[in-house]
């Protein structure tokens, strides 16, 4: 049995913790604190002083923004502060690896610097007695004073403390980690620390995923990687609670493997073949936690679940993340909670059916108040021919900052039809039909198949490829976005419009189909719908993705196979997940084994007709929900009601037996 002042000791010791967010800091320290409590009243019972820091710590666990060899070189710590004296802040190692004792000290000290107290005093309060340490200390307690002399205010010795805390816990390593990462993607961090984020995922872990669309994947897997690699001794084990797409999601899959590779650079700056270092992790050490099937499953913005592994060490393989995972299910909060197993679905392949490469997102048609329009009334006793007069659009998802601004300047403007567009979005589309498309002012003229880019134009575009209406209106929107865009958007107006093509796309398509004139189009998110798109020279949104076709008979295959329960019970797997159930479907359908359209195969032309008299039914039934319900019918309502028409009808019972036989 430890007596209290050694158990509240040890406890001082044993656990450690760091949050970068300082209300979690708090939090954490009083639940510490509240767990502690029976140590710390037996050593008051006992007549010792139970004071002392608790070992909870403001600082970044990634070690994000410093070079640990720099801060810790030789027998000191030493912090640049980074002003016109070129100052520096030096501690002793000796001392900052005595915690509870340097954090007290610093403390004391920043508390009498701010309060016009003599700060050396706290040397003799915290037993500093080793003349080198004093020293040090004395010099560093100096410069400490003159920052809050010239206004750089006391919180210099709180930085200190926080930064040191994680650099020092990573040179003596831990057996255990607990913990719950940052679930942010890397494109909403902040661009001082993004290119670090980016830099440590490719090239000391090796796990970033994703091409073009990686910066989307969160962080969550590169702090757990980290983690290992700068806290946990060799055979220590760690568990944390990620998303549940690290799991089976594509954008953890070189994470899952276990095995994080350190690559090296070539003089260009590209990273290598070659292969530095080797971080593995066992991940078969304990099977992980499925948290999906929770009820209600509301404590995090998207369900859970916990991963937990062993580290082997470095240069060495280590075990895949897969197999099986234990699933959590029933109310949460009671004893009616199971355990049982299943299996885990890895979605990070690229797609058994050969509609993947056809698919293609539509166009990121934003900021939406800016290019959307709605038509206005003209006053004007003769209205210029061929021209329209519009009002900016204002939805429901228009985002902050855009849908608060006063857009005056494009208020009642008149501009050239040939520069207006019907635009399909998720919200136009209902099972087998389209609704009403909206309407968009774009840079292209109608008829002319490519943006009139010029890098030095305003937004990015060469102004004479523009009607001089149009050309007016592009210059003052093009002001709105430079004025109002994220910090961190780099992107002219027309950049943001046709990212990564996606715009271009479709012009050139409207230009040359390729053999493939007709377009089913299916939202990206939700439960899968989908109709045939018959206006050539429509947009696509970004909220779809579209399908060119070889023929009506395709077009109405597809069009049934994706519209029916068959296919979401299918996919529902394999999308990532919400706190309502399956969120997004993207082009997750196209890893099921969908076979191409063959008029030969006497079940492709039966799934065909079955989509083609649903799709007549579906537009029938359409329009008298138009007839009853007016102006009052939402895309809720008619997605609702036809999805309802369709499990009641023969036409889309026909439909649900022949993909089913598909599918299998």
């Not at 479709?506 to 045939?532: D, F, M």
């Not at 009808?649 to 598909?662: D, F, H, K, R, T």
């Amino acid at each position: 049995m430890l007596e209290p002042k050694e158990l509240l000791d040890r406890l001082r010791v044993a656990v450690t913790g760091i949050d970068v967010h300082p209300v979690a800091v708090h939090l954490a320290r009083a639940a510490w604190a509240l767990a502690a409590r029976p140590a710390i009243e037996a050593v008051v019972n006992a007549g010792y002083d139970a004071s002392g820091s608790v070992p909870v710590y403001l600082g970044d666990a990634l070690q994000l923004r410093f070079n640990a060899g720099d801060l810790f070189a030789g027998q000191q710590v030493t912090i640049q502060v980074d002003d016109d004296a070129n100052s520096e802040l030096t501690f002793p190692i000796s001392l900052v690896d005595r915690a509870d004792t340097f954090d007290s000290l610093m403390s004391q000290v920043a508390a009498d610097i701010e309060a016009g107290d003599d700060p050396l005093i706290a040397l003799d309060d915290h037993g500093i007695d080793d003349p080198n340490e004093r020293q040090t200390l004395a010099a560093t307690i100096a410069t400490l004073q003159r920052l809050h002399d010239e206004g750089r205010n006391h919180i210099w010795a709180y930085y200190t403390r926080n930064l040191v805390r994680p650099v020092a816990l990573g040179r003596t390593k831990v057996d255990v980690i607990i913990g719950n990462p940052p679930w942010l993607n890397y494109n909403q961090t902040a661009d001082i620390l993004r290119d670090e984020l980016e830099r440590q995922s490719k090239s000391l872990y090796g796990i970033w995923q994703g091409g073009r669309y990686a910066s989307n994947q969160d962080v969550a897997g590169l702090f757990y990687a980290r983690s290992v690699d700068l806290y946990l001794t060799d055979g220590g084990r760690i568990g944390m609670v990620l998303p549940h797409s690290a799991l089976q999601a594509g954008q953890y899959a070189k994470w899952r493997t276990g095995k994080w590779e350190q690559r090296s650079f070539t003089p260009k700056g590209n990273l290598s073949k070659t292969v530095v270092r080797t971080l593995a992790v066992d991940f078969g050490h304990k099977t992980s936690w499925d948290l999906e099937r929770l009820d209600p499953n509301t404590f995090f913005p998207i369900p859970a679940c916990v991963v937990f592994a062993e580290r082997v060490g470095e240069n060495t393989d280590g075990t895949h993340l897969g197999g099986s995972a234990e699933r959590w299910e029933g109310a949460t909060g009671t004893d009616e909670v199971r355990r049982v197993s299943s299996t885990i679905t890895d979605t990070s392949g690229s797609g058994d059916s050969p509609y993947a490469v056809h698919a293609r997102q539509g166009a990121p048609i934003r900021p939406r108040r800016l290019i959307f329009v709605e038509e206005a009334e003209n006053t004007a006793v003769v209205q210029a021919g061929q021209t329209i007069t519009v009002n900016p659009r204002e939805g429901s998802q228009d985002k902050v900052p855009w849908r608060t601004l006063k857009l005056t300047s494009i208020t009642e403007q008149t501009v050239e039809r040939k520069h207006l567009y019907d635009v399909y979005l998720g919200e136009t589309v209902v099972p087998f039909v389209t609704l009403k498309p909206l309407r968009a002012v774009l840079p292209v003229r109608r008829g002319e198949y490519q943006l009139p880019t010029q890098p030095e134009g305003p937004g990015g575009i060469r102004l004479d490829g523009l009607d001089r209406r149009m050309r007016r209106r592009w210059q003052v929107i093009n002001d709105i976005w430079e004025e109002n865009k994220a910090p961190a958007n780099k992107l002219n107006l027309v950049e943001n419009l046709d990212h990564y093509g996606k715009l271009s796309s479709q012009l050139h398509w409207q230009h040359r189909s390729g053999g493939r004139p007709i377009r089913v189009v299916q939202t990206e998110a939700g439960v899968p719908t989908a109709a045939i798109l018959v206006d050539h020279d429509a947009i696509v949104d970004e909220t779809l993705y579209w399908l060119p076709c070889k023929d009506m008979h395709e077009a109405n295959y597809l069009l049934a196979i994706i519209n029916s329960d068959a296919l979401y019970e299918a996919v529902q797997p394999l999308m990532s997940k919400g706190q309502f159930g399956a969120r997004h479907l993207h082009k997750h359908l196209w890893k099921l084994p969908i076979p191409e359209f063959d008029s030969a195969d006497t079940l492709h032309a039966r799934i065909s007709d079955a989509g083609e008299q649903a799709a007549a039914g579906a537009a029938e039934r359409l329009e008298q929900l138009r007839a009853e319900r007016g102006d009052k019918l939402t895309v809720t309502i008619a997605r609702r009601e036809l999805r309802k028409w369709l499990r009641e009808s023969s036409e889309g019972a026909a439909v649900e037996e022949a993909v089913q036989e598909l599918l299998g």
